[in-house]
């Protein structure tokens, strides 16, 4: 097998009739992605889960798995998140949600991106419901630092990153589900060089037990002072 060039980060905390779908999917594109060369590396990131099914299920599955061992309470994967992240050792990285399906071509179609010199790769996706239904799609504009300073969000979990630049930015598992927006905006104010898949590459399940779905104020004060903060810096 050839060396991995991508990995996807699945975290996760005690889901396993989701995760088990999630692993599946990821390893089904990423089994295309292999017939044209292309490996992909799958970790999941376990947020405390108060049993050992989701490392056994891993291990059933041949995924990577490490875990944190004690979970903080705030019911959102920011910890998991920012974890996995540091341990990344692949030339690129994404993250999949635990309830979330990549489409067969998503692999490919990333690291081709990536590797056409792109340091940001932006996915569209589809939105389906609980028994993946597709409800809509989403195509996302490209980047804009100015659109997403003001709160447009184009730019989403599911995008490649090129790990060397994302390694040493503001990763702070504090900011909730907020904390991938002040990585976003440093990628694009260092002059990341981003792109866009229009096709759409992954299903994006929305259910009743859907943390994305779950961001209040607390979450909402936080992404206004971080566009507070970078908006104070680019001023200067």
């Known amino acids: 097998m050839a060396e991995s060039l991508i990995t996807v980060i699945v975290p996760t905390r005690e889901r396993v009739d989701l995760l088990r779908t999630t692993l599946h999917s990821i390893l089904a594109s990423s089994a295309e992605a292999e017939r044209h060369g292309i490996s992909a590396r799958v970790l999941v990131v376990d947020d405390a889960s108060p049993t050992d099914r989701t490392a056994k299920l891993a291990s059933d599955l041949g995924a990577d798995y490490v875990r944190i061992d004690v979970n903080d309470g705030r019911n959102n994967p920011a910890a998991a998140i920012v974890y996995g992240v540091s341990l990344v050792t692949t030339r690129y990285y994404t993250l999949l949600g635990d309830d979330d399906l990549l489409l ?133």
Not at 213 to 219: I, N
Request: with cysteine; glycine share 6%.
């Open 104 to 236: 067969p071509r998503y692999v490919r179609l990333t690291v081709e991106a990536l590797e056409a010199g792109y340091d940001l790769c932006s996915t569209s996706f589809s939105y389906v419901d609980e028994d993946l239904r597709i409800t809509g799609d989403r195509v996302l504009p490209p980047p804009d630092l100015e659109k997403l300073l003001a709160g447009q969000i184009m730019i989403n979990d599911s995008a490649g990153v090129r790990t060397d630049l994302a390694k040493g930015l503001s990763w702070d598992a504090n900011l909730d589900q907020v904390v991938l927006y002040p990585i976003w905006l440093e990628l694009l104010i260092g002059g990341a060089r981003s792109t866009t898949i229009n096709e759409p590459t992954w299903l994006y399940r929305r259910h009743a037990g859907s943390i994305s779905t779950e961001e209040g104020a607390r979450d909402e004060a936080k992404r206004s002072a971080v566009q507070a903060k970078y908006r104070a810096l680019l001023s200067r």
